[in-house]
């Protein structure tokens, strides 16, 4: 008897020992609560998402409303077939678009998609605000073109998927200018200075010599890419120019419908427009002409491209890269461009020979050869000297001003 009560004494001893060794080994029932993601430290490998099925994801994009109606579409196609839940926030600018995404992202108060511009990608992924989609999936759809691919990856890792492309192109009247002795588009320093000093010998009427969208620096960069030069290389001449002529310039911060009938009735020499823009308004009485043919390098400069990304706090990133492997497969891109006129950003599509892209203005080859690929590490310089070529472009910097600042971002 004295036996059997030390057994029921060491085992009530034992069973004490084993609670007071373990006292935080709890059961955690709740699958759906995850700490809030913080910016990635890039020397490691990022996480392969949260446990479980995500069934709905947020994403802001930042499109016209003709676009976002296609996006829509599109994304509804998408939800119908996967069951997943898709809520499309749109901000109509893209000044304000920008700025909301960079305060989203900086707050940690983001979607689980963002629509970025593709010169923005590098920056935010290096500091941290981006997830790199490749580590969930391969690279949704076929192969990007070659001149895209330097602006998704860094460190080892894709960190966008690039929707479209949109080019920017001169646009005149052939008979317009034909009266100021040109037979097209100015294609050098020297024609746009011969240009100019005959607009300045007509006091007679209001003449403007180029219209342009301040909204984003493309327009410019075309311009100068038209000069033999581009926004990474203006040369003073080249800033001297833009400061001697640009009380002669129509300068918007929207579309503006106005410009198409100024270039009919002689009022304005030449406008620097998006491609998708000259699909839409251009007519037989108009010419275009592509001024990255020219230059043969550095064509991206003149080239507006809109990515998704995935935000550091994205809380579905594996059901966040199948919607984006569906909006940006080739049947949608093929959609995309007949409903919209941005070209789009699959190699394949170019060696397609599809109707839609043979008939461009330009040979579409451009795109898809490395030497046309922008320098990986080009980013931030371009960001720096977007920023002072337009305070230039809208007076808010004289030439010498331009040259100190763009010296300074060195």
Request: aromatic share 10%; hydrophobic share 40%.
């Amino acid at each position: 008897m004295l036996r059997r009560k030390n057994y029921w004494l060491l085992f009530a001893v034992l069973l004490l020992s084993l609670t007071s060794l373990s006292p935080s080994m709890e059961l955690d029932t709740d699958e759906g609560s995850y700490p809030p993601r913080q910016p990635l430290d890039q020397s490691e490998r990022p996480p392969s998402g949260e446990l479980g099925d995500e069934q709905s994801l947020t994403i802001r994009v930042s499109l016209s409303s003709l676009e976002f109606g296609v996006l829509q579409r599109i994304s509804n196609n998408y939800s119908l077939s996967s069951g997943v839940s898709v809520q499309l926030t749109n901000v109509d600018t893209e000044e304000d678009g920008a700025s909301q995404v960079r305060e989203e992202l900086t707050v940690g108060d983001s979607p689980d998609i963002v629509m970025l511009d593709g010169h923005s990608i590098f920056d935010l992924a290096s500091r941290g605000y981006l997830l790199p989609v490749d580590i969930y999936q391969s690279v949704p759809g076929s192969t990007p073109l070659t001149m895209l691919i330097p602006q998704m990856q860094w460190n080892g890792y894709d960190w966008g998927v690039p929707l479209d492309i949109d080019p920017y192109v001169l646009v005149y009247s052939p008979q317009r200018l034909a009266e100021w002795g040109l037979s097209g588009a100015p294609s050098s320093l020297e024609e746009w200075n011969g240009l100019l000093g005959r607009l300045n010998g007509d006091e007679t009427k209001e003449h403007y010599l180029l219209a342009m969208d301040t909204r984003n620096p493309y327009g410019y960069a075309a311009v100068l890419q038209s000069m033999g030069g581009g926004l990474l290389s203006m040369s003073e001449a080249q800033a001297a120019w833009t400061e001697a002529a640009r009380g002669y310039f129509y300068l918007t911060s929207r579309f503006n419908q106005d410009i198409w009938d100024m270039l009919q009735d002689g009022k304005l020499a030449v406008a620097v427009v998006p491609l998708s823009e000259w699909r839409k308004y251009g007519n037989s009485t108009l010419a275009v002409q592509a001024p990255l043919e020219q230059t043969g390098h550095n064509i991206y400069e003149a080239i507006q491209s809109r990515f998704f990304a995935l935000p550091a706090q994205s809380g579905s990133p594996e059901a966040a890269v199948k919607w984006l492997a569906y909006v940006t497969s080739s049947s949608a891109q093929l959609e995309w461009l007949e409903n919209t006129d941005h070209l789009p950003a699959l190699d394949e599509l170019y060696r397609s020979g599809l109707p839609e892209i043979s008939r461009l203005p330009f040979d579409s080859g451009l795109f898809l050869t490395d030497d046309n690929a922008p320098e990986s590490d080009s980013e931030g310089e371009w960001s720096r000297k977007a920023e002072a070529a337009m305070l230039l472009l809208t007076g808010k910097l004289d030439a010498a001003g331009y040259q100190a600042a763009a010296a300074a971002s060195e």
